[in-house]
Structures are given as structure tokens and as C-alpha cells.
């Protein structure tokens, strides 16, 4: 066997107990760590350098350095730079520190407050379903679904929004009624704009009432459980946008649009929030082909407004044309009573009638609304130098609307559960809180009294006093060294904003004392170990440990 015979057969016998696949003229390696990727390099590199010191030439050497070209190639797009590897997450994705994840929870344990004020109870569902399941529910916004590889014979998505699944839980478990809220992941595979808080993962806050109630009684509360949730998050001004699906409906029809493109229309009008009418109308006409003189038409019904709503629904009950429309009638006829309930519910400040919103989502059926912050309304509100550069612009931080009709295409017999719910973007509201705090000024944990000691030897007295603390249900810690240095325990203690320290000492155990410390004023004072607990009850009692929005004047 020849000098060249003998790398190829050892270069060979390497490879092929490797997974692999074709690539030019050469194996192409899969599967494998980068330290053996490298040990392949390596080995092909040995091989050409044994060549040119043996002054072998030719195609042979040819050959072997077209090997190694190709081998680095495959590296290079499997690892990235040989010198250099980039670690971090996926494009449309985040990690949250501990500060910014404690502002987190208090927004959710906000929002779940309110869900549970207004008598909902909790499901959960699972972060995929079937492909199946979720297909042509979406409109447009279908190919923004991730689809997962074949698994065991099964068609895999991930879920796009926390609404479909459910209503095939609905209809599965053959619910009539149900008030139900949801907290969970969702996936869209979007073009991310991270500092509006738009996601490729993110957060659904759902609430749904599925049943048959007499009309917009269960959408007016979804309305007011957005205004609850706003207002004690305390952002900004906010209004409410409702409009109604049978109204647009009713519109395009007198506008002329024909029926199979009411959704396509509809998901064109839903941008109207972000830009401008002349953009919708060039994407209407050019794009999706529909009559300039339709268009126009159209274009003139969804602008017209009036300063209040209780107005624009007398402008548009006088326009002869609009309301000879059997389907417009009574969009606006349920308007008109969802008016006057939101009345009822204190709602008329934040309330508005819009007719321009369209929300795209195939399912809508009746009422439909988003809530927009005054000074975070679209990208379109802003410079479109900056649009990205800060949450001015998230957009809706909340929406939903009636979908009667999705329950019912799960079902093998076709029955309908009407629903209404509504979804809070906990996302978009993050990235608004995040932007207005001193992030600095947030505690990361729950404890509120810290057990030190000032001399050494004094772990087990440590533990036991703190196992004490524990058992009256007192949030506590203690240091995981055996002889903690004083000061190190004490500017723990301050930069976790743990109120209160209990000091143990030599002297304070021969004296059946401990002393306490306020973290904040550095005040200390001695108390007799028997009134441990009551001491420290009282003093956290009265420490102001206020809620976190009230804490930070949000």
C-alpha cells in the first residue's frame, strides 16, 4: 500500500463510522462535537502535510487540499469562526435577570388579581398541538406559525396564540360554559423588534367566557376587566378601541368587495393603527388587485369619526346607504347596547368607537377591541429613524374580541359555544415599565429579615435561630459560610434591601438578648431572645413592605 493509499484508508475508516451525507466529492461530517470536528481537521491537514513533505504532487495533492478546504467550509457553517463562538440566545428571544424578572411577576400576579376578582378559573394546554388544530384560524398569519418535525406520525406546531387550543379544549371536553384565564408561552415566528417588546417567544395573559349569555353582557366585562388591569398598572392614559365585525362586514359589502375577500381586506385595514391610509390603499389596490373606485369607497367609510362615541353611532344610523345594510344593522344595533353597558361600567372616558379597527384573525365574529397607551400608540407615531429604538410605539398592549363560530370547528357534530375573551400583552407592557423604572431600586427576593452573627463559631445558634424564623412563616437567611465576616453579612443585607437583621453574639447568648438592625437607618437594638418573634413581627408590621406599584409611584 502506497504513501497516499494509506491516509485515504485511514481517513476513511475515521469517517464512516460517522453519520454523514454528501457534499461535492467528499463526505460531509454531521453530528459531531467541535473537538472532533477539529481531531477530522487535524487528521485531513496531516495528510496533505505528509504529501508536500514527500514532494507528492499532482491531482493526488490536489485532491487531498480540496478535502480539507471543504472539511474547514463545513466547520465554518456548523460552528462559525474556528476562533471565535458567539454565545448567545436564539434571534426573538430574551433572558430576564432577577430584577427584571420580579418586575415580571408583579405585573402577572396584577393581572391575575383582577382575572380572579372577576371569577375566572385557570386551565393549561399544551405548548404544541397538532398542525392541523391550529391551520386556517390565522389568516395571513398562518406562515408566522412554527412547524415542528415529523415526531411519531404526528404533524407538530407550536401555538401561535392561547386561544385556539382553548377552543379545541372546549370542544373536546364537551364545555357548555366556563370563564377560564391562561398565562403561557407563545410562539410566532415574526420579524422581532425587541425594544417594543415583540417577540418570536412571549407571554399570553388570556381571559375567555365561553356560554350563551344574552348579548355583550360578557364583552362589556372583558372591557372592564382591560380598563381594571390598566389602571392599576398605572402606565399611562389609555383608551379602548371596539368595533364590530358585522359593521366592517357591512361596509365592504356596501363598498363593494366581494364576499371572498372580506378576510384579506380585513387584514389590510387592521394595519391602519401603524400606517397611513395611502399605504393600506397602494397594498389594497396593487397588491391584492381590488377596484381603486372600491377602495376609495371603503376608504372613505372606515374615516369617519366623531368626537364621542354615542355621536358616530348617530352619524352612521343617518347614513341612508351604510345602514340599508342588513349585516351593518345589527353590528351596530350590539354597539349601540355595548355602549351603554361600558356606560354602566364607568367606561365612557376610556371607550372608543373606532371604525378603522379591523383586527386581522380569521375567527373574529363580533365585537373586537385593543387598548392603545396615550404616547405608546404605533410605530407609525413616531420618527421612523427612532421607531426602534425605545417603547414608544408597542402598539396595542392589549386585545380580542367574539368568536362564536371556533369552538364549533373542533366539534364532530359542529356545535357552537360562543366566546369572547381578550389578551393582555404582558410583553409590550413590560418593555413600557421597564423603560419608566430605576431598575436599580427593585428587590429580587422575598427576604425580609437576614440572621447574622458577630463573632466566629456561631453557625449552629445561626441555624437554629433562623429554622425558628421559618417556622413562624418569616422570610429569612443566613449566611452559607461558617465564620462570615460582619461587614460582608451587613452590606448583603443592604444591597438585597433586606429590612431587618437579627445580630447574635458571644455576649448576647450569655445574656439571653439578640440585637436587631434596621438596614435602612443602621438604627440597632437589643431585645431579650424570648420576645424574638414577637419583635420581629411587629416591626415588619409596621415597616412600610408596600405593594410594588405603590412602592415605586408607577
Known amino acids: 500500500m502506497n504513501v497516499i493509499s494509506f491516509y485515504r484508508h485511514t481517513l476513511f475508516n475515521s469517517l464512516k463510522t460517522y453519520p454523514y451525507r454528501r457534499f461535492s466529492n467528499m463526505?460531509?461530517?454531521?453530528?459531531?462535537?467541535?473537538?472532533?470536528?477539529?481531531?477530522?481537521?487535524?487528521?485531513?491537514?496531516?495528510?496533505?502535510?505528509?504529501?508536500?513533505?514527500?514532494?507528492?504532487?499532482?491531482?493526488?495533492?490536489k485532491s487531498e487540499i480540496e478535502k480539507?478546504?471543504?472539511?474547514?467550509?463545513?466547520?465554518?457553517?456548523?460552528?462559525?469562526?474556528s476562533s471565535q463562538f458567539v454565545l448567545k440566545v436564539p434571534k426573538g428571544t430574551r433572558d430576564y435577570n432577577p430584577k427584571q424578572q420580579s418586575i415580571r411577576e408583579q405585573v402577572i400576579s396584577s393581572i391575575v388579581k383582577t382575572f380572579k376578582r372577576h371569577g375566572a378559573e385557570t386551565i393549561d394546554t399544551p405548548v404544541f398541538e397538532l398542525k392541523e388544530t391550529l391551520m386556517g384560524k390565522y389568516g395571513e398569519d398562518s406562515k408566522l406559525i412554527y412547524d415542528l418535525q415529523d415526531q411519531g406520525g404526528e404533524l407538530l406546531s407550536l401555538r401561535y396564540d392561547l386561544t385556539v387550543p382553548f377552543a379545541r379544549y372546549v370542544a373536546q371536553n364537551k364545555i357548555d360554559k366556563i370563564k377560564r384565564y391562561q398565562i403561557a408561552k407563545v410562539y410566532r415566528r415574526d420579524n422581532p423588534a425587541m425594544t417594543r417588546g415583540r417577540y418570536r417567544e412571549f407571554y399570553q395573559c388570556d381571559f375567555d367566557i365561553a356560554g350563551v349569555y344574552d348579548p355583550m353582557i360578557p364583552d362589556a366585562e372583558c372591557l372592564k376587566i382591560v380598563a381594571e388591569i390598566l389602571q392599576d398598572l398605572a402606565l399611562s392614559e389609555f383608551t379602548i378601541k371596539v368595533n364590530h365585525r358585522r359593521i366592517l362586514n357591512g361596509m365592504m359589502a356596501v363598498a363593494g368587495v366581494r364576499n371572498d375577500m372580506f378576510r384579506t381586506v380585513c387584514s389590510s385595514i387592521d394595519k391602519l393603527d401603524k400606517q397611513s391610509w395611502e399605504e393600506v390603499r397602494k397594498e389594497l389596490v396593487v397588491d391584492k388587485y381590488l377596484n381603486e373606485e372600491i377602495a376609495d369607497k371603503l376608504g372613505k367609510m372606515v374615516s369617519i369619526t366623531d368626537k364621542s362615541s354615542s355621536g358616530l353611532i348617530t352619524i352612521l344610523e343617518q347614513h341612508d346607504e351604510l345602514i340599508s345594510n342588513d349585516e351593518?344593522?345589527?353590528?351596530?344595533?350590539?354597539?349601540?347596547?355595548?355602549?351603554?353597558?361600558?356606560?354602566?361600567?364607568?367606561?365612557?372616558?376610556?371607550?372608543?368607537?373606532?371604525?378603522?379597527?379591523?383586527?386581522?384573525?380569521?375567527?373574529?365574529?363580533?365585537v373586537i377591541y385593543e387598548a392603545v397607551l396615550k404616547g405608546y400608540e404605533s410605530a407609525r407615531c413616531v420618527d421612523e429613524q427612532t421607531a426602534?429604538?425605545?417603547?414608544?410605539?408597542?402598539?396595542?398592549?392589549?386585545?380580542?374580541?367574539?368568536?362564536?363560530?371556533l369552538v364549533g370547528m373542533f366539534d364532530s357534530k359542529g356545535k357552537k359555544v360562543p366566546c369572547v375573551g381578550v389578551s393582555i400583552g404582558i410583553e409590550r407592557i413590560f418593555s413600557i415599565i421597564e423603560s419608566q423604572l430605576d431598575i436599580t431600586k427593585i428587590r429580587t427576593t422575598a427576604t425580609r429579615v437576614f440572621v447574622a452573627s458577630a463573632q466566629k463559631k456561631l453557625l449552629e445558634q445561626r441555624m437554629l435561630l433562623v429554622n425558628e424564623l421559618w417556622k413562624s412563616s418569616i422570610e429569612s437567611e443566613i449566611s452559607y459560610k461558617k465564620n462570615p465576616r460582619m461587614l460582608d453579612q451587613l452590606q448583603y443585607c443592604e444591597s438585597h434591601q433586606i429590612p431587618l437583621v437579627v445580630i447574635i453574639g458571644e455576649s448576647e447568648l450569655q445574656s439571653g438578648k439578640v440585637k436587631l438592625r434596621n438596614t435602612t437607618t443602621r438604627e440597632e437594638w437589643l431585645i431579650d431572645r424570648n420576645n424574638l418573634l414577637q419583635e420581629v413581627s411587629e416591626f415588619l408590621t409596621k415597616q412600610e413592605v408596600s405593594e410594588f406599584f405603590t412602592k415605586i409611584h408607577l
Open 328 to 366: 351593518f344593522k345589527c353590528g351596530l344595533e350590539d354597539m349601540k347596547l355595548l355602549l351603554r353597558y361600558c356606560e354602566l361600567f364607568n367606561l365612557n372616558d376610556c371607550v372608543s368607537f373606532d371604525l378603522s379597527l379591523a383586527r386581522g384573525l380569521d375567527y373574529y365574529t363580533g
Open 27 to 61: 463526505a460531509k461530517v454531521v453530528n459531531l462535537t467541535r473537538d472532533e470536528f477539529q481531531a477530522k481537521l487535524t487528521e485531513q491537514g496531516d495528510i496533505v502535510r505528509k504529501l508536500k513533505s514527500q514532494n507528492i504532487s499532482g491531482d493526488s495533492l
Open 388 to 405: 426602534g429604538d425605545g417603547p414608544a410605539g408597542v402598539g396595542s398592549v392589549a386585545g380580542g374580541g367574539r368568536y362564536d363560530n
Open 68 to 81: 480539507l478546504l471543504e472539511l474547514k467550509n463545513e466547520y465554518q457553517e456548523q460552528f462559525g469562526s
